[in-house]
Nanobody, 120 residues
Framework: QVQLVESGGGLVQAGGSLRLSCVTS????????IGWARQAPGKQRESVAT?????TTNYADSVKGRFTISRDKNTVYLEMNGLKPEDTAVYYC????????????????WGQGTQVTVSS
């Protein structure tokens, strides 16, 4: 089993910054890819940023140039700058984990989420 625990959410004014952290733990061999998704009230969950084991990063168009994803071993961060009211959502950490050295398919796990609220 793998656990993902997010932190760093909160209330911030438009134009402000927040840094989210996601600490992973449990029994797994390696992380295939890991990232952040968000879900605003009444909207579908959407991917915000991901990073692969090779260091490739991808961002949603809506956050490019403002958000930066980074990873340090088993912790992944999301640096959010220039926050807008439309960034208000619950932010979830999710990852695809290789469970053993010989595993082919990865297992996906999600954290519980952290609330980010941006006031105008």
């Amino acid at each position: 089993q793998v656990q993902l625990v997010e932190s760093g959410g909160g209330l911030v004014q438009a134009g402000g910054s927040l840094r989210l952290s996601c600490v992973t733990s449990g029994r797994f061999f390696s992380i295939n890819n890991i990232g952040w998704a968000r879900q605003a009230p009444g909207k579908q969950r959407e991917s915000v940023a991901t990073t692969t084991s090779g260091g490739t990063t991808n961002y949603a168009d809506s956050v490019k140039g403002r958000f930066t994803i980074s990873r340090d071993k088993n912790t992944v961060y999301l640096e959010m700058n220039g926050l807008k009211p439309e960034d208000t959502a619950v932010y979830y950490c999710n990852g695809n984990f290789k469970m053993t050295a010989i595993s082919r398919a990865g297992n996906e796990y999600w954290g519980q989420g952290t609330q980010v609220t941006v006031s105008s």
